[in-house]
Nanobody, 126 residues
C-alpha cells in the first residue's frame, strides 16, 4: 500500500506561483501512475493533471499552459508546478497513485486511482 503525503500549499496572490509535492513511500514509485486532483468547497473532486511511468502527461483544460506535472523517481516524489494562479484555483489539492506500467492507459478520473493523500490547501486571493 502506497502512502502519499502532500506539501507546498498555502496562500498566494492571483498571478503568483506555488509548487506542490507528493512524497510516496512503501512502494516502487517508478511503477505508479500519479495524479493531482482538487476539490473546492461545495464541489466535486476534479482532475487537474496526471503523469504515467514514462512521463506522459495529461492536463485538465482549465490548467493547461499554467500547471506542469512532473516526477522524480529517485526521490519518489511527484510535483505540480502552478503558475499564473487564479482565484478559481482555490481548493484542496490531492495527490493520487495507481500501480500501472501500461503503455496505453490514460488515467484522469477519480475512480482511476486507489491511493490518495490527505490533501493540501491552496488559496489564491484576488
Amino acid at each position: 500500500q502506497v502512502q502519499l503525503v502532500e506539501s507546498g500549499g498555502g496562500l498566494v496572490q492571483a498571478g503568483g506561483s506555488l509548487r506542490l509535492a507528493c512524497a510516496a513511500s512503501g512502494v516502487t514509485f517508478s511503477s505508479y501512475y500519479m495524479g493531482w486532483f482538487r476539490q473546492a468547497p461545495g464541489k466535486e473532486r476534479e482532475f487537474v493533471a496526471s503523469i504515467n511511468w514514462r512521463d506522459r502527461t495529461t492536463y485538465a483544460d482549465p490548467v493547461k499552459a499554467r500547471f506542469t506535472i512532473s516526477r522524480d523517481n529517485t526521490e519518489s516524489t511527484a510535483y505540480l508546478q502552478m503558475n499564473a494562479l487564479k482565484p478559481e484555483d482555490t481548493a484542496v489539492y490531492y495527490c493520487a497513485a495507481q500501480l500501472d506500467r501500461s503503455f496505453f492507459s490514460n488515467r484522469y478520473r477519480v475512480d482511476d486511482f486507489t491511493s490518495w493523500g490527505q490533501g493540501t490547501q491552496v488559496t489564491v486571493s484576488s
